[in-house]
């Protein structure tokens, strides 16, 4: 079963704007991971924000994790064509850490030039 | 590091055959995990492996799947029997749990699995 619930399912903008996804999950984390997917290919690790943390960037990427709601944003500065993908969150439920994701079914994003 | 790798690509076979796929982790990396995608569907677990001991297998992962990692190093998992709703897109990742309890999972291309 998918723990996460990504939202919107399919995002399209123009390039320049911001793209926000959301996630919501159900059960106590470790950490929550985003990930991009390009079509036919395997997963790109974008950003892993911890349990104890609320906000993180990387570059354009911005994070934030809201664990009494048990939901997340990752929201894409001044898009670019190249971020059409499918971004999905996915959660490590066990305190130990390093054990398998479940991930949610994903936000498709496309970015028109 | 040279990433995950993952062969084949493409795998087309006749429903009842039997079929192997391999994975190549970062060599560092001492867990490796195997995940099912379907078509609009997020990644789903199939089983992990730590070194060479399985971990954990999903309840996916019927007793027509089975996945090994002898040598601790790459990966092979082999489907029996192939069925028509084995078909998807299998996906290898690896970690490295040595430096602390958060770090990502490397994915490779995957193993793409059509049943005629």
């Known amino acids: 079963s998918q723990q996460g619930e990504e939202d919107p399912q399919a995002l399209s903008i123009q390039e320049g704007e911001n793209a926000t996804m959301n996630c919501s999950y159900k059960?106590?984390?470790?950490?929550l991971q985003w990930y991009r997917q390009n079509s036919g290919r395997g997963l790109v690790h974008l950003i892993l924000i911890r349990s104890n943390e609320r906000e993180k960037h990387s570059g354009r990427l911005r994070v934030t994790l809201d664990t009494s709601k048990k939901s997340s944003s990752l929201l894409i500065t001044a898009s670019r064509a190249a971020d059409t993908a499918s971004y999905f969150c996915?959660?490590?439920?066990?305190?130990?850490?390093?054990?398998?994701?479940?991930f949610g079914k994903g936000t498709r994003l496309s970015v028109i030039a | 590091d040279t990433g995950v790798s993952q062969d084949p690509r493409h795998k087309i076979t006749k429903r009842g055959q039997n079929v192997t796929f391999r994975c190549d982790p970062i060599?560092?990396?001492?867990?490796l995990y195997w995940y099912r995608q379907t078509l609009g569907q997020g990644p789903e677990f199939l089983t992990y492996f730590q070194n060479e001991a399985q971990l954990e297998k999903s309840r996916l992962l019927s007793d027509r799947f089975s996945a090994e990692r002898p040598k601790g190093s790459f990966s092979t998992l082999e489907i029996q029997r192939t069925e028509q709703g084995d078909s998807a897109m299998y996906l290898c990742?690896?970690?490295?749990?040595?430096?602390?309890?958060?770090?990502?999972?490397?994915f490779g291309d995957g193993t793409r699995l059509s049943i005629l």
């Open positions: 996915a959660t490590d439920v066990s305190i130990s850490g390093n054990t398998p994701l479940v």
């Open positions: 060599s560092e990396h001492n867990r």
């Open positions: 990742a690896s970690s490295n749990d040595r430096v602390s309890v958060n770090q990502p999972q490397h």
């Open positions: 059960t106590s984390i470790n950490n």
